[in-house]
């Protein structure tokens, strides 16, 4: 009798481990790994890079647009942290280079996605605030292409303190000098399944605004550019993936441009 209560007890945790590990699997099973190759790809990740101008910190948090068929994620990032400590560049310092945000939204049954992107650099105090929609074309071998298109509005702190944008008539603190649209696509190319190359041209183009902010949008007497952003990935794990980033524009060479190694992971 003791024996039977005795193996009956025991009986009790051992079930109770059974379901637990069963459970786990359950909720792993039903957890779909998003392919982190994908530029329309949807997760909450946390990221963490080095660069020439110090650390940069990211952090993606995907939520439920309230939409059927959609998939949504707002993404944070923190640029050129400890620059002068840990970069490479003589003018980094140490304190936030820039920050960047983005609401993304993809529509699972056309592979179109919108975006709001919002950044602000506060080496220059300027920035800007953009709409664009992106749409995945159908795979061709190894070669995927997404292309974009949008507008957006420059913003800039004490215009008048920015030789380029300055105007006799734009008042002291946050002002909109100006208006841009871009254009252009991301493009993927498959290696292998683990690596992957990206190519990614923008073309922005100043098309409104102060005569001062047309004139000069990107640079003196530059009413447009040509930005570049060339990556190389590897992916550790189905989670997990390495990327070196380089970005340059037709005004700034490709060895003066922005270099990155950047590690995210798919929570």
């Given at each position: 009798?003791?024996?039977?209560?005795?193996?009956?007890?025991?009986?009790?945790?051992?079930?109770?481990?059974?379901?637990?590990?069963?459970?786990?699997?359950?909720?792993?099973?039903?957890?779909?790994?998003?392919?982190m190759s994908d530029p329309l790809a949807v997760y909450t990740q946390v990221g963490a890079g080095y660069t020439d101008k110090g650390l940069?910190?990211?952090?993606?948090?995907?939520?439920?647009?309230?939409?059927?068929?959609?998939?949504?994620?707002?993404?944070?990032?923190?640029?050129?942290?400890?620059?002068?400590?840990?970069?490479?560049?003589?003018?980094?310092?140490?304190?936030?280079?820039?920050?960047?945000?983005?609401?993304?939204?993809?529509?699972?049954?056309?592979?179109?996605?919108?975006?709001?992107?919002?950044?602000?650099?506060?080496?220059?105090?300027?920035?800007?605030?953009?709409?664009?929609?992106?749409?995945?074309?159908?795979?061709?071998?190894?070669?995927?292409?997404?292309?974009?298109?949008?507008?957006?509005?420059?913003?800039?702190?004490?215009?008048?303190?920015?030789?380029?944008?300055?105007?006799?008539?734009?008042?002291?603190?946050?002002?909109?000098?100006?208006?841009?649209?871009?254009?252009?696509?991301?493009?993927?190319?498959?290696?292998?399944?683990?690596?992957?190359l990206n190519y990614n041209p923008v073309w922005l183009k100043a098309f409104a605004g102060s005569e001062a902010y047309k004139d000069n949008a990107y640079g003196a007497g530059?009413?447009?550019?040509?930005?570049?952003?060339?990556?190389?990935?590897?992916?550790?794990?189905?989670?997990?993936?390495?990327?070196?980033?380089?970005?340059?524009?037709?005004?700034?060479?490709?060895?003066?441009?922005?270099?990155?190694?950047?590690?995210?992971?798919?929570?």
């Open positions: 009798m003791k024996k039977t209560t005795y193996q009956s007890l025991m009986a009790i945790p051992l079930a109770l481990a059974v379901s637990i590990v069963s459970f786990a699997e359950e909720l792993k099973e039903q957890k779909e790994v998003q392919d940069n910190f990211k952090l993606g948090v995907s939520y439920d647009s309230g939409k059927p068929a959609t998939m949504a994620m707002n993404i944070l990032e923190m640029k050129g942290v400890w620059g002068d400590t840990l970069g490479t560049r003589d003018y980094a310092n140490d304190d936030i280079d820039s920050i960047r945000f983005r609401n993304f939204i993809v529509d699972t049954t056309n592979g179109q996605g919108s975006q709001v992107d919002v950044t602000y650099n506060f080496n220059s105090m300027t920035g800007s605030a953009s709409y664009s929609i992106i749409q995945a074309l159908p795979k061709m071998g190894l070669f995927q292409f997404y292309p974009l298109g949008g507008v957006g509005l420059a913003v800039a702190n004490d215009v008048n303190n920015n030789e380029l944008w300055s105007d006799e008539d734009s008042p002291s603190g946050f002002s909109v000098p100006g208006a841009f649209a871009m254009l252009g696509f991301y493009g993927k190319m498959d290696v292998t399944d683990k690596i992957w530059d009413q447009d550019v040509f930005t570049h952003e060339t990556t190389v990935s590897y992916q550790i794990s189905p989670v997990m993936t390495v990327r070196y980033f380089a970005n340059w524009t037709t005004h700034l060479s490709f060895d003066d441009g922005d270099h990155r190694i950047e590690i995210n992971y798919q929570l």
